[in-house]
């Protein structure tokens, strides 16, 4: 089990790098200034986190009303993940159109690559993690799928 110190490392190290990556990606590829980019990835985290703690609420008051249990399946892992970037999605999507003054389509590729580029990344940069600072009493290869030499 990874302690307290340990968690909020990964924590403050998963948004300081993520938002140095998306802003700096963000503004080459869609041709938008840096500061502007920032301000997005900035309410972008911001607005994740919190819509993060409601959404998790809201669906495990749902999965226990409708299945009486909160234990998840693979498939409802899925499920829950695409909902919860849908919804983050949605939130968004007003936002970006509104300020950076672009269309509601063009908001939208914004929009859904910033959510691509998230989750791709998420993926990443935990497996990194997990090689980088390796969980104490686990094997190498447990955590990272590489055999240990």
């Given at each position: ?9 990964h924590?403050?190290?998963f948004e300081?790098?993520?938002?140095i ?8 590829l869609?041709?938008?200034?840096i500061a502007?980019?920032?301000v997005i990835a900035i ?5 994740a986190?919190?819509?993060n703690?409601l959404?998790?609420?809201l ?5 226990l009303?409708?299945?009486g249990q ?5 498939a409802?892992r899925?499920?829950?993940?695409l ?5 983050l ?9 509104w300020?950076l ?15 691509l580029f ?12 997990d ?5 104490p009493g ?7 799928g590489i055999?240990?030499?």
């Amino acid at each position: 089990m990874r302690t307290t110190g340990d968690r909020i490392r990964h924590a403050i190290s998963f948004e300081i790098i993520g938002l140095i990556l998306f802003t700096l990606a963000g503004t080459w590829l869609f041709n938008t200034p840096i500061a502007d980019m920032g301000v997005i990835a900035i309410v972008g985290a911001t607005v994740a986190m919190l819509w993060n703690y409601l959404y998790n609420l809201l669906f495990d008051h749902a999965l226990l009303r409708i299945r009486g249990q909160l234990n998840k399946t693979v498939a409802m892992r899925v499920f829950h993940s695409l909902l919860f970037e849908a919804g983050l999605m949605i939130i968004m999507l007003p936002f970006i159109a509104w300020y950076l003054r672009i269309s509601w389509m063009d908001a939208f590729i914004m929009d859904f690559g910033y959510a691509l580029f998230f989750m791709v990344y998420a993926f990443v940069f935990n497996w990194a993690y997990d090689i980088v600072f390796p969980i104490p009493g686990l094997r190498a290869k447990d955590q990272s799928g590489i055999k240990a030499q």
